[in-house]
């Protein structure tokens, strides 16, 4: 056993010392930090939010519709909205604050 350390510190010589690994670190760019006033300045109009309105209404009329592989990316985008979302219940708070709006 004592031959094989002493080999194995032999061979650790021989073969120098080891080069550390240099850390790397992924740059990100800085948030964007513009904050949009209205529609127009987004380029939608009022028109693009009548249209979306009414699609989200008739398929909220047909459920089994929703479901529908065809429509995963709307539920993903409506997903999103409602996470992005900072007015109405999810909002967040505490429950009470939803419960009694009005104390």
């Known amino acids: 056993m004592a031959k094989s350390k002493a080999k194995r510190k032999q061979q650790s010589f021989q073969d120098g010392p080891t080069a550390?690994?240099?850390?790397?670190?992924?740059?990100?760019p800085p948030?964007?930090?513009?904050?949009?006033?209205?529609?127009?300045?987004?380029?939608?109009?009022?028109?693009?939010?009548?249209?979306t309105i009414d699609t989200l209404n008739t398929l909220a009329e047909h459920s089994s519709v929703?479901?529908?592989?065809?429509?995963?990316?709307?539920?993903t985008s409506v997903y999103e909205f409602r996470q992005a979302c900072t007015t109405g219940l999810n909002a967040g708070g505490t429950s009470s604050s939803r419960v009694f709006p009005t104390m």
């Open 66 to 75: 929703i479901k529908s592989k065809a429509c995963r990316d709307l539920r």
């Open 20 to 28: 550390k690994k240099i850390k790397t670190s992924i740059v990100t």
């Open 31 to 51: 948030p964007d930090t513009t904050e949009y006033k209205s529609i127009g300045s987004l380029g939608l109009e009022e028109a693009d939010l009548e249209i």
